[in-house]
């Protein structure tokens, strides 16, 4: 009896950590916008302009110049904000960028394209084997590790404005 009740409080306590280390808590300064150099392959998250933390991270399949069209495996550039995000994203967490706005969808219509869509910050893929040798490898989305993937979500709110640089 005694052994199955030790065997009870492992269970319990295995399943609790292992939700609590995908969900976190953060308490801190509000991350009042995030800004993302393409380039240098940075983002910084801010509050009122002082950095609370950065992070290196990989993008599109190809990822110089703005996102035009669908498919075209590029990050857009510009200013939009955080507007949604999936606990149970394919890709470990994510955050949704409200991309594409309206002079992003009038430019891929000029180019008689769709705009595209579903850009967000997010981990590594789930249930399909990573490639770490493969700098850029998303389809147009920003990555991290799951580790920092679990820190973002924490501290970056929906309405938060986000700035993409080339």
Sequence with gaps: MRFLKVLLVIVVAVTVSGCASK?????????????????????????HGEVLESYDFA????PVGDKEIEG???????DYLIDRRNPNSKFYLSIGIDYPNEQDIAEALALGEKPGGDIFIHGRPTGVKFRPDRRDWTAGCIAVTNREMRDIYAMVKNGTPIRINP
């Design 23 to 47: 969900f976190k808590t953060y308490n801190g300064p509000e991350v009042t916008q995030v800004i993302v150099n393409k380039g240098a392959r940075k983002m910084y998250l801010l509050h």
């Design 59 to 62: 993008l599109g399949f190809a």
């Design 72 to 78: 075209d495996g590029k990050t857009p550039e510009g």
